[in-house]
């Protein structure tokens, strides 16, 4: 079955919940738990390459890494796909490589270029109208399977408030977009009002503040959660440890490093390689 098929049977089913990776060990560990998607984040891409999330990433890097997770996990990938990195024709390329790479979802977001991280603030929208249109590219763009789903995304909230924001999704959902999402929810209370304008449509929800799944639930359903707790953890943990490291002269882990180890060896699946190896070697 074809990964955006897979997603949408998923969501058929429930919510799916899909955590923050932008590596191969991140979606490897994302599968060996048992979630059933991951979501590749752009703010994640850039920062392993040493940028922050200002609209410096390429369409080229992005699809590079689309590729690792792909190679990586069976999990359908829902993908970040900035404003599709240009013009309408841009958007339209954007849609086939993320299509070949092996991406099950993307979504285009209607922020000015050079675009900023939702988390970062200073944000501007394009036009109502080109930003529709640009949906529309991206909906006529894809395979005439139409298995990739395409995701509109807003960034209107917190620039125009929710008045402009609907008028917006009406028009991506009329272009032929499969869901939507809408940027800038940080509260419990503005989940609620999502739910509340916006759940005719198929809505996909960023948990940034990491309340829990229960609590989302008690609103409503949504389709697709995306969640950013791993990546958060990991980068706070990281820095307290280097600290300690640098400060103190010891590190703050207390693992069995061995152990660890072995454990993440298993998880990247080295136990099949020293079996293929033995088997070509007795051949």
């Known amino acids: 079955m074809a990964t955006g098929a897979k997603l949408r049977e998923l969501m058929a089913k429930g919510t799916v919940v899909a955590p923050f990776v932008y590596d191969g060990f991140m979606a490897k560990m994302a599968a060996t738990v048992g979630f059933d998607a991951v979501y590749h984040t752009g703010f994640g891409n850039s920062i392993s390459r040493g940028f922050p999330d200002v609209g410096l990433i390429t369409l080229s890097e992005m699809t590079d890494k689309i590729r690792i997770l792909a190679a990586s996990t069976d999990l359908p990938i829902i993908s970040d796909a900035d404003t599709g990195y240009g013009s309408y024709t841009n958007v339209i390329r954007t849609v086939k490589e993320y299509e070949r790479a092996g991406a099950a979802a993307l979504h285009i977001e209607d922020q000015v270029w050079p675009k ?168």
């Open 116 to 283: 900023s991280c939702g988390f970062l603030g200073n944000k501007q929208v394009i036009d109502k109208k080109e930003a529709v249109s640009k949906i529309k590219a991206a909906v006529d763009a894809r395979t005439s399977e139409k298995d990739l789903i395409i995701i509109a995304r807003t960034d209107a909230l917190t620039v125009n408030g929710w008045e402009d924001v609907e008028e917006r999704v009406n028009g991506f959902m009329e272009a032929g977009a499969d869901m939507v999402f809408v940027d800038g929810i940080r509260t419990l209370e503005k989940m609620a009002e999502y739910h509340k304008r916006l759940s005719r449509f198929p809505l996909v929800l960023n948990d940034a503040p990491f309340l829990p799944l229960k609590e989302i639930e008690a609103i409503g359903s949504f389709s697709l959660i995306i969640h950013p707790g791993m990546v958060n953890h990991c980068w706070n943990e990281m820095e307290k440890d280097l600290r300690a490291l640098k400060d103190e002269g010891i590190s703050l882990c207390k693992e069995d490093y061995l152990r660890l180890l072995k454990h993440v060896a298993n998880i990247m699946g080295a136990e099949e390689y020293f079996k293929l190896d033995e088997h070509f070697k007795n051949l």
